[in-house]
């Protein structure tokens, strides 16, 4: 167990809908990561806060938005869903900024768009 | 642009033999390197990682890496393989540590 929770485990729905994933970091850890790994795409980074500031951002589409709050809890928007999306969304923490800094997984949330 | 390439998506070997996966990577700048570990059904974990100094690293459950500059290569070893070493591996490579790219990943399958 990394200590990272995520939540919803499972999430179904159709195109069209928006979702919001949440995780939650580790005790103590002010950096939080998104992930998205899916058959066609593979890992993908898409962004990174720390302590409540956007740090990095990859390839993350602009229909995906994520904020970090003040308790440090993190939540994923995906919104416009498309078949494409359906994948499975990772969250890991840290304690520093740097992507450099050992990450610690969540076990993920598999989202499937129907 | 940074790429990873994995190459062999699949892997096996018998148990006690050596595990060696294959990780080449582009950078355009002095890379930092990882290898994660990913078994069914859970999140991805650490084994090992190159920042600076010394190009050989040493991880989790007995695996190793060396950093070799002159082959952009970041191969992943284990001298004896064990059943519970079956899962998915992953390297990836950031750049300046603002962004993070995966391979495509490795299967890697143990016989008894």
């Known amino acids: 167990d990394s200590g990272v929770t995520q939540t919803p485990k499972h999430l179904i729905t159709a195109t069209g809908q928006r979702v919001t994933l949440r995780c939650s970091p580790r005790?103590?850890?002010?950096?939080v990561y998104w992930y998205q790994q899916s058959l066609d795409q593979g890992l993908q980074f898409l962004i990174q806060y720390y302590n409540g500031e956007e740090r990095a951002k990859g390839n993350i589409l602009e229909r995906f938005s994520a904020q970090q709050f003040p308790d440090l809890h993190s939540e994923l928007n995906l919104s416009s869903l498309e078949l494409g999306d359906s994948a499975l969304y990772f969250c890991?923490?840290?304690?520093?900024?740097?992507?450099?800094?050992?990450?610690?997984f969540g076990p993920g949330t598999r989202l499937t768009v129907l | 642009a940074q790429s990873v390439t994995q190459l062999g998506s699949h892997v096996s070997v018998s148990e006690g033999a050596l595990v060696l996966l294959r990780c080449n990577y582009s950078s355009s700048v002095p890379p930092y390197l990882f290898w994660y570990v990913q078994y069914p059904n859970q999140g991805l974990q650490l084994l090992l990682k190159y920042t600076t100094g010394a190009t050989l690293v040493k991880g989790i459950n007995g695996f190793e890496a060396e950093f070799k500059k002159s082959e952009t290569s970041f191969h992943l070893t284990k001298p004896s393989a064990h059943m519970s070493d079956a899962a998915e591996y992953f390297c990836a490579v950031s750049d300046n540590g603002n962004q993070f790219y995966f391979g495509t990943g490795t299967s890697l399958t143990v016989i008894p």
């Open positions: 890991a923490s840290s304690t520093q900024q740097g992507l450099t800094d050992t990450q610690y």
């Open positions: 005790s103590g850890d002010l950096s």
